[in-house]
């Protein structure tokens, strides 16, 4: 009795299972039952408002596959990049708003999905301890939007944001190039400071690149150069810290505090100003 009662409920759970199976194939089913194309993009985009962004670009990509040669389907594939970059599926972003300009590289929105790529790989930007190549990659693509498309609202923000990616760039050639002045293997210290100084000059990093210069300079025994490179630092930003630091060491030490070089000194010896 015992062991047929056993039997009948295995049957039940296995029924039960079976029938929630075809429940789910049929609700799947149902889903991508072939809809009138407006009102199928226009189901995807109140998923959109509501921030149901997975939901959104399900209902996009449907729009795509039942459409594919109208132009909802176009409109359709750039709301599914925007849609996978505001659910942060960067990756996913950049693929579709590739695809959209391969399929129409002259479309309407050609614009806006170079932005969305461009804008994809600044927000992966990671700090400067960790590898650049995703700065770099953000980089080339605002570099590319301000190229294709200047005088737009896109080639401004993206020159807003170059500024921000130069900025990270050159501290990370810093952070290297401390850590190599730290090892005392000054000329590769001294080709990461240049690097900052002849390619991010604009950059809040500059004055350091400078003073760090002297220092490598000056561990080179070359001080020509290092008086160079600390005149130039005087020249650019006198009132900063670094080219009080940099007075110190070319005096030879003291408390770095005199923010003037007097014509006698070092400084005014060689420059003209």
Known sequence: MKRSLVSSLSVLVIAMALAGCNSSRQARELAYVERPVEALYNAAADELDSRDYIRAIELFNEVERQ?????????????SAYASFRSRRYEDAISTAQRYLSLNPAGDAAPYAYHLIALSYFQQIVDV????????????????????????????????KLDMVSDQLAGKEMEIGRWYLRRNQHLAAVNRFKNVIDNYDTTSH??????????????????????????????????????????????????GSSQQASNESWLGRITPW
């Open 129 to 160: 301890g960790r590898d650049q190549r995703t700065t770099e990659l953000a980089r080339d693509g605002l570099n590319d939007v301000v190229r294709r498309f200047p005088n737009t609202d896109y080639a401004r923000d993206a020159q807003i």
């Open 67 to 79: 459409h594919p040669y109208s132009e909802w389907a176009r409109r359709a594939t750039i709301m």
């Open 206 to 255: 500059t004055p350091e690149a400078l003073h760090r210069l002297v220092e490598a300079y000056l561990s080179l025994g070359l001080r020509g150069e290092a008086v160079a490179a600390a005149s130039v630092l005087q020249y650019n930003y006198p009132e900063s810290q670094w080219y009080e630091a940099s007075y110190a060491l070319i005096e030879g030490g003291g408390d």
